[in-house]
């Protein structure tokens, strides 16, 4: 490997990672769930993995060239995908007002009642794969500029995009075990709940406004 190519692929590295750190700081229904998850402290690690590997191998799809494909798919079928993500969010965020009214997770943490995994990575994946704009984020746009590099430093690109959103999940499951101690407090959980069913209906708002269905 020539310095060149090292210097290449460096720049590559760095470029994938901030553009899958830019992709991922937005909130996002995955983000909010990573969050909860990591306040309930459930299952954190099996959660952040997940969702971490899913990226990666949507990101990984989108650099073997899938992108192409799943442009032409999501522009033929965009206003269907949009407001099913848009009734997914909504009965997520049911849930969430629910569970912020009753006070459903003060008292699942105070007894340490744990949520089984395989229904926890069931939601997470409802929450990741169901969403339109993961594919149009990890598949088409970092597939599409993963296009001006080859070789090494394509690999490179992919592999900074990955690592962000490692980084940036175990960072949001870290903070979270930090607040811990105030989220012990029912008013505290149900002021999250609140929050993030506010947010989960912003979203689905914001699919039926892409899919042209408002």
Request: a neutral charge.
């Amino acid at each position: 490997m020539t310095d060149l190519e090292l210097a290449q692929g460096l720049s590559a590295l760095v470029t994938g990672f901030l553009l899958g750190l830019s992709l991922i700081l937005a909130i996002g229904p995955q983000n909010a769930f990573v969050l909860r998850q990591g306040l309930l402290n459930q299952h954190v690690l099996p959660v952040v993995l997940f969702c971490a590997l899913s990226d990666a191998l949507l990101i990984a799809l989108g650099i073997a060239g899938v992108s192409l494909a799943i442009a032409e798919f999501a522009e033929q079928y965009k206003p269907a995908l949009f407001l099913l993500a848009a009734v997914w969010l909504s009965v997520y965020g049911l849930q969430r007002l629910r569970d912020a009214w009753r006070g459903n997770a003060a008292l699942q943490l105070a007894s340490d009642e744990r949520g089984s995994l395989r229904s926890t990575l069931g939601a997470a994946a409802l929450l990741t794969f169901g969403n339109p704009h993961v594919y149009l984020d990890t598949v088409v746009l970092i597939g599409t500029l993963s296009l001006q590099y080859s070789g090494l430093a394509k690999l490179a690109f992919g592999a900074g995009a990955v690592l962000a959103s490692l980084a940036f999940f175990s960072a949001l499951a870290f903070a979270a075990r930090l607040m811990l101690p105030l989220m012990r407090k029912r008013h505290a959980w149900r002021v999250i709940d609140g929050v993030i069913a506010g947010i989960m209906f912003m979203l689905a708002t914001g699919m039926l406004l892409a899919g042209d269905w408002l």
